[in-house]
C-alpha cells in the first residue's frame, strides 16, 4: 500500500526524531546540506536583500546576534523579534524545504536582566541557583527569538591573569562539573523544546583555560592525564549529565592540534566515548584559523581537517561554502560524512521544537520581571565573598548618625558592574553603588558622603572627616574577557596605593572588590576592617551590595579560585600533586611546607586566600568526621559524616567540603581533591550532620590513555570549610 499521507515525514511532529532527521536529510541536495552548516551575522551577504535570497535557497543553517567583528562581545544593536521573525518566514515559507534558522547568542550570565558573571556564580557553591539563574535567562531571551547560547563556559583556568577566566567556573573540576551540569539544566529546562527553553553549548572545547601564561588564544601544552582528570570532566559532565545541545570548538591549539582539527576531541571523546548526538560549532572563523596555525596547508584544507575531525557547523560564513563540494569531488572528505554532520544540526532543530515553533511571540512580562530581579539581586548576594571581617560588618544600628565616606574607582561607574559579555543592558540601566548607598544610609539614619569628584585627593579629604570609610576598588569589565589579558594580577594601576592612603587616615574602613575576579590586596588584607569581593554582579550589584553591607543579606560565597599573594605564584590552586623532596605524608606539611605551600629562600608560597574560603556574619565548627567503613570493594561506596555547628551568634550559612587524597597510586596524584560540598544554613547555637557519599567517580581516575581506573590502596577523607582541610580519615579499597 502506498503512502497516502501528503505531509512528509520530516514535518510530522508524531515522528521519532530520527525518522524526521533521516527523511529530511534524503531529500536534501548538497547546497542545501552545506547551507545548514553555515551560521552567518547575515553581513557577510552584503545587503539584506542578499542575505533574504540565501535565506530563501536555504543557505543559512543559523544566525549568529551580533554585529560587529568582535563576535558577540558588542551589545550596541539591540535585537528586533519582528526583524527576526521576518527572516524566519522566509526560511520556512518560502525555500524549499522549510527548515527554520536557529538563532544563537551570548547569553552568557543573564540577558535582559543580568546575572552574576559566571566566576561569581561559581562562588555561589549553589547549584541549584545557578540553575534558576540559567532558566531566567532562557526565559528573557527565549521571549526575544533567541534559541540558542553559547554557554557556559566551562574551561578550568589556574591563571586568572586570563581575562576569560571570568567566564568559567574556576581552577576546580569538581566544582565546574557541578556547575556546568546546572546551568545546561536551567538554559535547557527540563524539556528542550518548551518555549521558554534555549539549547545550551558547552565551550570551549577544550584545554582553553590553559593557553599559556594566561595570554587570550596562545597555544596549551596539556598533557593527556590533565586532560582527562581536569580539563575535560565538566565537558563529560555538561554531556552525559546535562544532555548539553552543541559544544563549541575552542580557538588554541594543544600540542600542536588547533581544536577544530581535533579527531581525539570531536570524535574519540565527544561522540565515541561520551555519545553526544547533538552538534559541535566552531569558535568564532575558528576554521579558518586552522590554517594561521599552520597546522594545514591552505583555508581549503583547514576545512577538509574541521570536517573529517567532526565540526557540524561553521561559525561565521567563510569557507565551508567555497570548499565543501570541492573536497567531496577529490575525495577528501565523503557525502556520508557530510550527512553525519548536517544530521547532528537537523536533530537539535527538531529536538528544540524550532520546526513546530519557528516564530516569536514577543512577551515583554518575561523582560526585566519582579521575579528575575530579585533571582538575580539575591544571588548576587550568595555570590559575594567576605574574606576579611574583624566584625565592622554588617553595619549594625550603632552607625546611626555616624558619617560613612563612600570613596574609589567603582562608586559612579554603571556599565562595568555588568561584567564582561553584557550584551543584553545597556550601561545606563545600572544602578551604581553611590546611589544605592545614598538611598540605603539615608533609610538607615547614617550620613553618608560620597563626592563627585575623581579625583583622589578630594576623595580622601572626604573619608578624613568621617567616622567609617567604605572604599570601593576594582576594574572595568573590559579588562575582563576576551581579547583580554594582563601580565599583572593587581588592581588596576594606583589603587593599592589608595588602600594605602585610606589606612593612613586612620579611620575604620571596608574594602570592597568590584571585579570579575579576585585580586589580592595586601593593604586590605592586613589593615581594613573587613574586605569584600562583590565582583562583576550584574543588575543589581549596588543593590546586593547594599544588602549584604547592611546586614540583609549574608555574603555567602566562596572563592573558586586561589587568591595568590603576588603574581609570581601563578600558576595557583590547591589541587597540586605531590611535590618532590616530600618523606612522608605525615612531614608533608613539615619544614619545606606550610600549609602544603613550599617556601624557599624566605619566599613565601602561601596563597592569600585559599580555594574555597570565604567568611559570613555568623561561626561555624566542624567535627566529628568520620566515615561508616574503613574497607570497601571497588564497587562499593562511603559515607562520610561530619557534625556542623553555627558558633556564632546569628543565623547563617556554612559551606560545608570535602577533600579527598588517593594517597598512593601508581601516578602521583594531587594532595586533595575536592569531591563534595553542602550549602547549609543553621540558627545560632544548632547543629547539623553532613554526609558525603563517595563512590568510584570521586576515588577513580583517568590514565593518560582515557581509561578509567580504580586502584586499591590508602585513601584519606577530611571536611571542613576550605582547601585548607588535611583529609586524614583513612579508608581502605581492596
Ligand atoms: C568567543 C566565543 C563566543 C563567540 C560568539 C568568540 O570570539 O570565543 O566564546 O561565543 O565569539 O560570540
Redesign the pocket.
Known sequence: MSDVSTVPVYKDSQMPVERRVADLVSRMTLKEKIGQMVQCTGAEFGDEKAYEDALREGMVGSR?G?DSQW???EGSRGISVEELNLHQRIAVEESRLGIPVINGR?IIHGHRTVMPVPLAQAASFDPEEVRRSARLAASEASAEGIHWT?AP?MDICRNPKWGRVIEGFGEDPYLAEEMAVAMVKGFQGDDMSAPDSIVACA??FAGYGYCEGGRDYDASEITSGTFHNVVLRPFKAAVMRGGVGTV?TS?QSNGGIPSSASGFLLRRMLRETWGFRGFVVS??GAVGEIEFHGACQDAKDAVRAAVNAGVNME?IRSLYPRYIEALINERRISEETIDELVSGILRIKFMCGLFEHPYTEADPSRIRSAETLAASRRQAAHCMVLAKNNGILPFSDSLKGKRVALIGPMVHERGPLGGSWNLGSPGHEFRTIGEAFAEEAEKRGVSAAITDSALWDEQLRFANRCDVVVLCVGEHSNSTG?THASARYRLPVGQDELVDAVRRTGRPFVVVCVSGRPFPIPGARDHADALLYAWHCGTETANALMDVLFGEQEPSGRLPITVPEHEGQIPIYYGRKMPGKVNDWENRNANLYDDGWPYYNGEDFLPMYPFGFGLGYTTFDVSGICVDKTEIPAWDTVTVRSRLINTGSRRGTAVVQCYLTDVRASVSRPMKELVGFRKVTLDPGCESIVEFELNEEAMGFYDADGNRLLESGEFRVGVGLDSTVRPSVPFFVR
Open positions: 549568529i551580533c563576535a558577540g562581545n551570548d553559547f563556559m565551550k570551549h563549541m580557538f569558535d568564532w561559525m576576551e
